[in-house]
């Protein structure tokens, strides 16, 4: 079973609201401890060594970077 409030930012007076940084739905929750952080760079991995992707887009980047207020930069 997996813990929303590890993997996904949630408004802290109403979590079982989503954030939504990006505009492309629920915006991880980077700042959890390590699991969230390790499945996302085994999911890169993933697609590098077994999809043969050869490159990623970051755009949205800075969203990895907020909180509800601000980006922690």
Same mark, same amino acid.
């Given at each position: ?21 990006? !505009?492309?739905?629920?915006? *991880?929750?980077? +700042?959890?401890? #390590? ?17 043969h992707?050869? !490159?990623?887009?970051?755009? *949205?980047?800075? +969203?990895?970077? #907020? ?7």
């Amino acid at each position: 079973m997996l813990d929303n409030a590890a993997y996904y930012r949630l408004f802290p007076d109403d979590p079982a609201r989503y954030a939504d940084f990006s !505009g492309t739905g629920n915006t *991880l929750n980077v +700042t959890s401890p #390590r699991p969230p952080q390790a499945d996302q760079v085994d999911s890169l991995r993933y697609w590098v060594l077994d999809m043969h992707v050869d !490159g990623f887009r970051f755009d *949205l980047a800075p +969203t990895l970077a #907020r909180d509800l207020e601000h980006m922690d930069k």
